[in-house]
Nanobody, 127 residues
Framework: QLQLVESGGGLVQPGGSLRLSCAAS????????IGWFRQAPGKEREGISC????????NYADSVKGRFTISRDNAKNTVYLPMNNLMPVDPAVYYC????????????????????WGTGALVNVSS
């Protein structure tokens, strides 16, 4: 059973930066595509970024493109999401999720496809 734990959330001023981490345990991430999702109060969960199991492909929602960068270190069983130029539209609980797959070049931002979820990290942006 794969377990995921997010860290790195917090409170930051508009224009500031945070780096989220998603640490996996229980088994390796080599055959898991990872997605980052967020859910703000009263809104649906939104897929914002994903990275393939090999790390060769990544995708971003328009809302975060150019500001967030996803990366992974399979040797450390960790996926990262540095977030720059955080804006008042970004506050949410951020989740990482994994989809087990033998297709190591694809990634997914549909929450319905994911197999494992972390418990979330809260990100707040306020002056």
């Amino acid at each position: 059973q794969l377990q995921l734990v997010e860290s790195g959330g917090g409170l930051v001023q508009p224009g500031g930066s945070l780096r989220l981490s998603c640490a996996a345990s229980g088994k390796g991430l080599d055959y898991n595509a990872i997605g980052w999702f967020r859910q703000a109060p009263g809104k649906e969960r939104e897929g914002i970024s994903c990275i393939s199991a090999s790390g060769s492909n990544a995708n971003y929602a328009d809302s975060v493109k150019g500001r967030f960068t996803i990366s992974r270190d399979n040797a450390k069983n960790t996926v990262y999401l540095p977030m720059n130029n955080l804006m008042p539209v970004d506050p949410a609980v951020y989740y990482c999720a994994a989809k087990s797959t033998f297709v190591r070049t694809l990634c997914y931002v549909s929450s319905l496809l994911m197999d494992y979820w972390g418990t979330g990290a809260l990100v707040n942006v306020s002056s």
